[in-house]
Structures are given as structure tokens and as C-alpha cells.
């Protein structure tokens, strides 16, 4: 039998989810659903000093917003827990004391002073400092210190730190399910912290002590991560433990292509970084994003399905997503492409979301100007007509306002533009007489009155746009909107007259 599919999301409470962690979530999710597997979240917040209050609700809140809720974590305790790392702190030490045992790792007392005077001193020589085989043994360790002198100093509680011992002169074979083979040579390793002075694990030990015991099989995750991978692979081969596959993602990239996009790419460009809002960064959701449009556009971020299917609802997704087709290269963030998605999910919306989010923007929007008939704010079918009438043009919920505020309220000013060229010396005698003409109109539907406006242009030989963009000027204020007989039938008999009234009067 081949072992169960589990796979983790591990980020760090240190602040809001970038859409990057997102999508890192969202390929593990898929990668599990896919395989019938486990989609746990860890949360790994071994360095108290970067901890953010409300940073791992905020995760959590993303995920599932996102739709992409995890099967076991904090709150979902499922025999692993618990699953953050603060509360499993007693947990670590005896694995490090393990490795000093075996000799794969080692004492160092070295103080913060000496390391940074090293530091200095090699940046002044425009080199970097590195601890490991080339020096360790002139550094202050258990490796460079007598036996006794080292039960002293443990027994005196002098600080130290647990590192790894790295082996020189040794070519690592490492396997990533995207990158392939990768061969490093261990004589430019540093032998990591695993164990810190202050009594808590590094995130190297951490993570791969967690790895172990939640029997993670599949460790997806952010590119920034493969340079610990040796380290990694190295840790589990020290504990004499199966150590999972591993897949790291390419990195999201500034829509211009270089460098990681970052939260001053999207000040810049005026789109969302975050999920959820935070601090005063809008988020995806609160800028009017629906979630569907948010995964969808992420899955292709760093994936193809090797067809030229864009459009993904999650399902679809869980199907049709490929660890080996994701991408080796970073994958370039287009804001415009992430709006083409909102629409396409705005179009197929439930009618009664679509509804709803729009009249909180209505209350808003008719306190401030009046609406001309009242009857029509609490109105849920003839809003729903007028956002079928005007969707296909928005992007966003917010959009409709824009595209539709003449069908609650009268307009009162005219594009000038268009009036300076559509308005012309017989057009009040035309409007005034499509007036009456509609007076007389009984049933007052869209097709009756095209009917009827069309015959009428017949009989008088007048052209098309003659009469057509006086009249939509007069209904809209402007060119624009959807099939004007739609709109006259909707607005209705009394508010199309009126209209014709007050443009007559006032151009
Ligand atoms: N805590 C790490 C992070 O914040 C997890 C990296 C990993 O998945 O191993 O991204």
C-alpha cells in the first residue's frame, strides 16, 4: 500500500498572508484533495520576537475565504497536534540531543560579539562568513574544546547553540518533483543553528521534527525554501527517518517581470496583495474579488494545465492540477488578467449575491442624491433586472453603480460633448413627438416600444442615429448602457416622459 497523502501548510504568524503564501496553500490543498490526502496547517511560530497578534486568525480566515479550509491544525485536532509549534517546544530538545549524540551535530559557545566581530572582519575583506568545516575548529565548540572543559561548561549552563555538523568534501544528491536533480556540494554548506540559546529549535529542526511526526509526505512549498533543502535532506538522513518528497514553487513576479512582487508592487500598481484586508492594505475580498477568481487565477500562476483552458472552478482544479506542470521559473503577476477573471466568475455569480452586495452599495450611493422613485431601493426584482441588463460590462460588484445609476436616479447633467454633437435644431421637435407617441403606448415593454419608435422612424424618414443618441442622452445622460428599450421599459412609462421633459427644458 502506498502511504497516505499528507501534505502541510506551515507559515510563520508574522503578519498577513501575501497571495504568494496563498498560493502555496492552494497547491498543497490541491495536491491533497487530488489524492484523497490530508491538507494540514502548522503554525510555525518558534521566533516569538517576529510574532504578530492576529496573524494566524488572519490565515486562517484567508483559507477559508478562499474555500481552501484545512483538514487537521489548530482548532481541528486530529491526533498530530498540537499544531502550533509554541506549544510543542518540549518536544525538540531531545531530538538535538539525539544528533550531539550521533555526532551529527555539535556544542558552539561562541557569543553574539565574537560572531558579528567574524563578520566584520570578513566583510572588510569583502568576504562573507561562513561556520562550518573550514573553521569550526578554530571557533569555540565542543569540537575544538577538550572533553572535560566541555562538561564544565555544560555544567555551569554556559549558552550555547546545537549546529549541525556538515561533512566536507561531499556531493549531495537531492530530488525536487519540479527542479529534478540537484547536486550541491556540502564544502559550501554552514553548519546551521538547530537549537537556539534560549531554549527553543530553529526553524530547521523544527520544521523537520514536525515533518516527521505529522507523517507529512509531500512538502510543497515557496522557492525560498530550496536553499534548505540539503540541510533538510541531511536531517532526516541524520535521524535515520524516510524523508518526504519535496516540490518548491517558483516565485510570483513584479508585473514587470523582474524581482519578487511585493506589497510596494501593489501600492504602486493600485491591486491587492493580501487576501483580507490589513492595517490599511485592501484586500482581494474587501476590494470586491470573489474568492473563485482569487483561486483561479492564482492555480495558473506557476502552472498550465498544457491545455489553453484558463477558467478553473476548484473542483475542476483538484482534476486537472499537476505537481510535474508547475513551472520552474517565476511566473509573472498581471493585475489586468486577475480583473478578466472577476468578471468572467461576476458573470456566472448567484443571482441573489450579485443582489445583495449591490444594494449595501445602493443604501450608500441614494443617501447621497435622491432616487426617483422610492418604491424602487427596496425593489430586489427590479435590481435584479438591472444588474442582468448591466453585468456583462463589470468587473466588480462596485462596478454597477457606475454603469446603472440612471436607472435609480434622474440624470442631471448631459455629456457635453455628445450634446454638442447629437443635439441638433429638430431634435426637440423629434423628442416631443416620440413623447406623445409613447404616451399613447400601453404596453410598455421592450419590444413594443422598439416596435413602435422603428416604425415611426420609418414613416418619417429620419436616420437611425437621428433619433436613437437624443434619446439615449436624454434616458442615460450619456452614450452609454445597455439596449435603451430596455432601459425605457424598465425605468418605465412616467420616468421616460419625465426625462424627455426636463432634457427639453434644459438643453
Ligand atoms: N515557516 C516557513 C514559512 O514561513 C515554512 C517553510 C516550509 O514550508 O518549510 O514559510
Redo the contacts with the bound molecule.
Keep these: 500500500m502506498t502511504e497516505k497523502v499528507r501534505v502541510?501548510?506551515?507559515?510563520?504568524p508574522?503578519g498577513p498572508l501575501h497571495i504568494g503564501?496563498v498560493r502555496?496553500a492552494l497547491y498543497n490543498y490541491l495536491f491533497a484533495k487530488q489524492n484523497n490526502g490530508d491538507f494540514i496547517l502548522?503554525i510555525?511560530d518558534t521566533d516569538q520576537n517576529r510574532y504578530v497578534e492576529g496573524a494566524e486568525k488572519y490565515i486562517i480566515d484567508a483559507l477559508n475565504w478562499c474555500g481552501i479550509p484545512f483538514d487537521e491544525g489548530p482548532g481541528k485536532e486530529l491526533g498530530h497536534g498540537p499544531y502550533r509549534q509554541s506549544e510543542r517546544k518540549s518536544l525538540y530538545k531531545k531530538y538535538a540531543d539525539q544528533l550531539i549524540t550521533s555526532g551529527k551535530a555539535y556544542y558552539a559557545f561562541d557569543s553574539a560579539q565574537s560572531l558579528d566581530a567574524h563578520r566584520k572582519d570578513h566583510e572588510s575583506k569583502g568576504k562573507t562568513f561562513i561556520y562550518n568545516w573550514h573553521n569550526r575548529l578554530k571557533l569555540d565548540n565542543s569540537l575544538s574544546i577538550k572533553p572535560e572543559e566541555l562538561q564544565t561548561r555544560l555544567a555551569n549552563e554556559e549558552n550555547y547553540v546545537i549546529r549541525f555538523y556538515n561533512p566536507q568534501d561531499e556531493v549531495l544528491h537531492l530530488t525536487d518533483m519540479i527542479r529534478g536533480d540537484i547536486q550541491i556540494d556540502t564544502n559550501i554548506l554552514d553548519d546551521k543553528v538547530l537549537f537556539k540559546s534560549d531554549g527553543m529549535p530553529t526553524?530547521h529542526l523544527a520544521?523537520i521534527v514536525d515533518?516527521h511526526l505529522m507523517e507529512i509526505s509531500h512538502?510543497?512549498?515557496?522557492e525560498?525554501?530550496l536553499p534548505?533543502l540539503a540541510l533538510?535532506t541531511q536531517l532526516y538522513d541524520a535521524f535515520g527517518w524516510q524523508a518526504p518528497e519535496f516540490a518548491h514553487l517558483p516565485l510570483i513576479m513584479k508585473p514587470e517581470g523582474k524581482g519578487k512582487l511585493s506589497k510596494r508592487d501593489g501600492e504602486k500598481g493600485g491591486f491587492p496583495i493580501f487576501p483580507l484586508s490589513w492595517g490599511d492594505s485592501t484586500g482581494y475580498k474587501e476590494a470586491g474579488y470573489f474568492p473563485e477568481a482569487v483561486v483561479n487565477f492564482l492555480a495558473l500562476l506557476g502552472w498550465n494545465p498544457g491545455t489553453e483552458q484558463e477558467l478553473f472552478k476548484l473542483d475542476e482544479l483538484i482534476k486537472a492540477f499537476e505537481l510535474s506542470r508547475v513551472h520552474k521559473s517565476g511566473a509573472r503577476f498581471d493585475p489586468e488578467k486577475t480583473k478578466w477573471y472577476n468578471h468572467y466568475y461576476l458573470q456566472v455569480q448567484d443571482d441573489v449575491v450579485l443582489l445583495n452586495s449591490f444594494k449595501t452599495i445602493l443604501a450608500e450611493k441614494l443617501n447621497h442624491g435622491p432616487v426617483f422613485n422610492l418604491n424602487l431601493v427596496n425593489n430586489d426584482d427590479y435590481i435584479a433586472r438591472v444588474i442582468s441588463l448591466i453585468k456583462e460590462r463589470a468587473s466588480f460588484v462596485s462596478d454597477f453603480w457606475e454603469l446603472g445609476s440612471y436607472f435609480f436616479q434622474t440624470p442631471n447633467s448631459y455629456n457635453e460633448k455628445v450634446v454638442k454633437k447629437q443635439w441638433k435644431e429638430n431634435t426637440p421637435n423629434i423628442l416631443n413627438n416620440i413623447a406623445s407617441l409613447l404616451e399613447s403606448l400601453e404596453d410598455f415593454s421592450s419590444p413594443e416600444l422598439e416596435e413602435m419608435v422603428k416604425n415611426w422612424i420609418g414613416k418619417e424618414q429620419l436616420s437611425f442615429g437621428q433619433v436613437m443618441a437624443p434619446l439615449r442622452l436624454v434616458m442615460v445622460g450619456d452614450l452609454k448602457g445597455p439596449h435603451l428599450f430596455d432601459i425605457m421599459a424598465l425605468i418605465g412609462k412616467i420616468e421616460t416622459l419625465k426625462r424627455i421633459r426636463i432634457a427639453l427644458e434644459k438643453l
Excluded: Q
Design positions: 502541510r501548510f506551515a507559515p510563520s508574522t503564501g502555496t502548522r510555525e526553524y520544521n515533518d512538502v510543497i512549498r515557496g525560498e525554501w534548505s533538510h
